[in-house]
T-cell receptor, first 114, second 114 residues
Framework: ETGVTQTPRHLVMGMTNKKSLKCEQH?????MYWYKQSAKKPLELMFV???????ENNSVPSRFSPECPNSSHLFLHLHTLQPEDSALYLC?????????????FGPGTRLTVT | AQTVTQSQPEMSVQEAETVTLSCTYD???????LFWYKQPPSRQMILVIR??????QNATENRFSVNFQKAAKSFSLKISDSQLGDAAMYFC???????????FGQGTELSVKP
């Protein structure tokens, strides 16, 4: 595997379910990100991790809970979601937070909340 | 706060022709980075081209070039000799030189007609 991978690619869940999204980067990067992409809206940054420490949390509801156990893996734990949380969730990584380093994106998880 | 605006939700170009996608941004910083990302229908977002604000020379990557007008806070993307594979969503993004998050525009959906 190369680059940034995300699983599952598609997820349908009820509002009372608990599920997790997984992201893995094989690039040796130190920073990882979660974005939410909704139709007709700019990408919304949700969380930023640098060296496994959360450095940014953009007022995301507590029903989204990130976890970064090591620099290669990032999870997004979901519980009691709302229909408006349906979106494409993108993971990205970069060498670090500084400079103009490119962010590498995963293919995303298409989440539908019913 | 910095903002990025893409005023063209959709654009269309004939194969082999040239198309320009517009992007404007607002910032009080003097040093920053600007990016164009491409998101094909498969959803994996990739970097197309990037520009450092302190460089006056416009960046070029093969058929892709930018017109960076710092005073006007404009950063347009020109695609020459358009190909069917160029069809995608294109996102303009801003990043402070201090590092941190990318701020994305709303995106422009480009279709290429054979």
């Amino acid at each position: 595997e190369t680059g940034v991978t995300q699983t599952p690619r598609h997820l349908v869940m009820g509002m009372t379910n608990k599920k997790s999204l997984k992201c893995e980067q094989h690039l040796g990067h130190n920073a990882m990100y979660w974005y939410k992409q909704s139709a007709k809206k700019p990408l919304e940054l949700m969380f930023v991790y640098s060296l496994e420490e959360r450095v940014e949390n953009n007022s995301v509801p507590s029903r989204f809970s990130p976890e970064c156990p090591n620099s290669s893996h990032l999870f997004l734990h979901l519980h009691t979601l709302q229909p408006e949380d349906s979106a494409l969730y993108l993971c990205a990584s970069s060498q670090d937070l500084q400079g103009w380093g490119e962010q590498y994106f995963g293919p995303g998880t298409r989440l539908t909340v019913t | 706060a910095q903002t990025v605006t893409q005023s063209q939700p959709e654009m269309s170009v004939q194969e082999a022709e040239t198309v320009t996608l517009s992007c404007t941004y607002d910032t009080s910083e003097s040093d920053y980075y600007l990016f164009w990302y491409k998101q094909p229908p498969s959803r994996q977002m990739i970097l197309v081209i990037r520009q450092e604000a302190y460089k006056q020379q416009n960046a070029t990557e093969n058929r892709f070039s930018v017109n960076f007008q710092k005073a006007a806070k404009s950063f347009s993307l020109k695609i020459s000799d358009s190909q069917l594979g160029d069809a995608a969503m294109y996102f303009c993004a801003y990043r402070s030189s201090q590092g941190g998050k990318l701020i994305f525009g709303q995106g422009t959906e480009l279709s290429v007609k054979p």
